[in-house]
């Protein structure tokens, strides 16, 4: 059974300080990860994309991927009470006609 | 251009009766996905069409079904209603490959 973990929450931090999310994948042979955002009611949207191993930075955001432990990341710098919301952590198999697996989801709260 | 659209937004229905959800995918997807999310609860996948066809499916009684027309919609039904159906009902779509999922804003279904 192909699964994705995350770290559980809720996780709290203080505005302004680095949020560290944590994601591990069972199928060692996952190409695509990606990181949604999930307001509380809404529907997850899209953050980030990662394929290859090592940072990828898009503003505030950094997703992290390490292949050979398996394990995807996503920093977020300044954290501001508008990034409070559940992160999901999704991974797509190495072949399209796998289903894209999501993790359970983190909650953050950002503190004012 | 256009994103992936849901109708409806919200519906009202009795223990019972069934159910059809629409979701028109991004021009140029051909993969649609439908997902369940219950309050505190993850995105549980139902199933996945890519040209007219069931590519996956998850672990969701017969009583939900789907299809998808030539022109990449697709619709969902949930016959026989029960109380536990009640759910945000996400669309997604995406294009071949190593593309992400892109999600509608959801149907949110209230079964009384």
């Known amino acids: 059974q192909k699964e994705v973990e995350q770290n559980s929450g809720p996780l709290s931090v203080p505005e302004g300080a680095i949020a560290s999310l944590n994601c591990t994948y069972s199928?060692?042979?996952?190409?695509?990860f990606f990181w949604y955002r999930q307001y509380s009611g809404k529907s997850p949207e899209l953050i980030m994309s990662?394929?290859?191993?090592g940072d990828k930075e898009d503003g505030r955001f950094t997703a992290q991927l390490n292949k050979a432990s398996q394990y995807v990341s996503l920093l977020i710098r300044d954290s501001q009470p508008s990034d409070s919301a559940t992160y999901l952590c999704?991974?797509?198999?190495?072949?399209?006609?796998?289903?894209?697996?999501f993790g359970p989801g983190t909650s953050l709260s950002v503190i004012p | 251009k256009a994103g992936v659209t849901q109708t409806p937004r919200y519906l009202i229905k009795t223990r019972g009766q069934q159910v059809t959800l629409s979701c028109s995918p991004i021009?140029?997807?051909?993969?649609v996905s439908w997902y369940q999310q219950t309050p505190g609860q993850g995105l549980q996948f139902l199933f996945e069409?890519?040209?007219?066809?069931?590519?996956n499916k998850g672990n969701f009684p017969g009583r939900f079904s789907g299809r998808q027309f030539s022109n990449s919609r697709s619709e969902m039904n949930v016959s026989t209603l029960e109380l536990g159906d009640s759910a945000l009902y996400l669309c997604?779509?995406?294009?071949?490959?190593?593309?992400?999922?892109?999600f509608g804003n959801g149907t949110r279904l209230t079964v009384t």
């Open positions: 997604a779509s995406s294009a071949t490959g190593d593309s992400p999922l892109h």
């Open positions: 199928d060692r042979v996952s190409q695509s």
């Open positions: 990662i394929y290859s191993n």
């Open positions: 999704a991974v797509k198999p190495k072949t399209s006609y796998d289903k894209v697996i």
């Open positions: 021009s140029g997807h051909r993969s």
């Open positions: 069409y890519f040209s007219e066809t069931q590519r």
